[in-house]
């Protein structure tokens, strides 16, 4: 069974940049997965923020960034802010109807 | 402005059946892909089910499959999780979202909490 891999933590420097990855135990990650984030709060529902690999969903700032880098999913944030700090999940397709997030990055921002 | 409700989390004991609404609205809700994704306490997001935008096709998660069906009825945009057979581990928040495709979930509801217990 394919899994969807993230990184469990990262952390940031205020203003800084980070790059989070989304990757398979199982092959390699490309468009045709159709890569989205989404970040979450505690208590609160996800909010889109990619889809489809690199298209920022509505009301997206710039600062968030989809792409492939190598053979993963990639969000890069940058000039990171404190209300940041939370957690960001991807979710590829896998086709079929099948979709599978990954277990999601935690964010510290410090 | 987009807004989908859950409705029907509760707790139910361990072999019991439970049904989730989740209504939608400010968007063409015949038109588009519906989810349920669910929330363990303390855990990561879990897909379990998709109806498509078009031909109403289904598909779940191997965890859910054969205990949970997922249904539409659009003439009230509203979205149907019906959960036969619950366990424990089904315990968790469970959030409906919307998507242009099957692939997408685009909008997210606020959730509403299944606790299954004795």
């Known amino acids: 069974q394919t899994v969807v891999t993230q990184e469990p933590s990262f952390s940031v420097s205020p203003g800084g940049t980070v790059t989070l990855t989304c990757g398979l135990t199982s092959g390699s990650v490309s468009t045709e997965h159709y890569p989205s984030w989404y970040q979450q709060l505690p208590g609160q529902p996800p909010r889109t923020l990619i889809y489809n690999t690199k298209t920022r969903f509505s009301g997206v700032p710039d600062r968030f960034s989809g792409s492939i880098l190598g053979n993963k999913a990639a969000l890069t944030i940058t000039g990171a802010q404190a209300d940041d700090e939370s957690t960001f999940y991807c979710v590829l397709y896998m086709g079929s109807g099948i979709s599978v997030f990954g277990g999601g990055t935690r964010l510290t921002v410090v | 402005q987009v807004h989908l409700v859950e409705s029907g989390g509760g707790v139910v004991q361990p072999g019991r059946s439970l049904r989730l609404s989740c209504t939608g609205s400010?968007?063409?809700?015949?038109?588009?892909?519906l989810h349920w994704v669910r929330q363990a306490p303390g855990k990561g997001l879990e897909w379990i089910t998709v109806i498509s935008e078009v031909d109403d096709l289904t598909f779940y998660a191997d965890s859910v499959k054969g205990r949970f069906t997922i249904s539409r009825d659009n003439s009230k945009n509203t979205l149907f999780l019906q959960m036969n057979n619950l366990r424990p581990d089904d315990t968790a928040v469970y959030f409906c979202?919307?998507?242009?495709?099957?692939?997408?979930?685009?909008?997210w509801g606020q959730g509403t909490r299944v606790i299954v217990s004795s």
């Open positions: 979202s919307s998507g242009y495709y099957s692939r997408d979930f685009d909008y």
């Open positions: 400010g968007f063409p809700f015949h038109t588009y892909a």
